[in-house]
């Protein structure tokens, strides 16, 4: 059974930081590029940042980009996704996921269930 559990998520301070960790188990995803994605009350998923299969290449979104950075342990089949300077915008459930390098939600086979991350002010 494929599954992608997503941990590290909480309530941090405005400027404080956080780092997320999806773990991966049922088969190998070195084949895959894996993602995080984000989502609030009323709006569709988002995009954040997604790592190749092999870790080499990464993209963030600009929203996040040089406050965030995305990586992952291809032998731990763990991804992460380290997150600075938090802003209250920045408040969502942030979603695991699996599938092809790409910023389009339906490009991805294998979710996780989320993981809460609150900012407060």
């Known amino acids: 059974q494929v599954q992608l559990v997503e941990s590290g998520g909480g309530l941090v301070q405005v400027g404080g930081s956080l780092r997320l960790s999806c773990d991966a188990s049922?088969?190998?995803?070195?084949?895959?590029?894996m993602g995080w994605f984000r989502q609030v009350p009323g709006k569709e998923r988002a995009f954040v940042a997604t790592a190749s299969a092999n870790g080499v290449s990464a993209a963030h979104a600009p929203s996040v980009k040089g406050r965030f950075t995305i990586s992952r342990d291809i032998a731990k089949n763990t991804l992460y996704l380290q997150m600075n300077a938090l802003k209250p915008e920045d408040a969502a459930v942030y979603y695991c996921?699996?599938?092809?390098?790409?910023?389009?939600?339906?490009?991805?086979?294998?979710w996780g269930q989320g993981t809460q991350v609150t900012v407060s002010s």
């Open positions: 049922g088969r190998t995803f070195s084949d895959l590029a």
């Open positions: 996921a699996a599938g092809a390098y790409s910023v389009r939600v339906n490009d991805y086979d294998y």
